[in-house]
């Protein structure tokens, strides 16, 4: 993964936007890879409802993107967004 410096020469209201939006987009990517792993341990012991899963995560005090606690829909989300769901290609990140 790599994180994008914004360029000295985005300086238009445009390149700004889309230098924060690729910064954005690392910064999930980021935090996708660091949580999928802790999602699919819980899926490989059987825990297979996503609530549950939030539930866990919320216990162990591990911070969700954007939200104060874990969801079953935040738990979709990084599966998607991992590779693992029909959303992946292309996605972007919720705002968060």
Do not use: Y
């Not at 954005?24 to 609530?51: K, N, Q, Y």
Request: charged residues 20%; glycine residues 10%.
């Amino acid at each position: 993964m790599t994180f994008g410096i914004m360029p000295a020469a985005a300086t238009t209201p445009r390149q700004k936007a889309i230098a924060n939006t690729e910064l954005t987009t690392a910064i999930f990517e980021a935090f996708v890879e660091a949580v999928e792993p802790l999602i699919r341990d819980h899926l490989a012991r059987g825990l297979r409802d996503h609530g549950a899963i939030a539930s866990a995560l919320n216990r162990r005090g591990i911070p969700c993107w954007g939200r104060d606690r874990w969801c079953a829909t935040d738990i979709r989300m990084v599966l998607s967004h991992a590779g693992s769901g029909p959303d992946a290609a292309g996605a972007t990140p919720p705002r968060g």
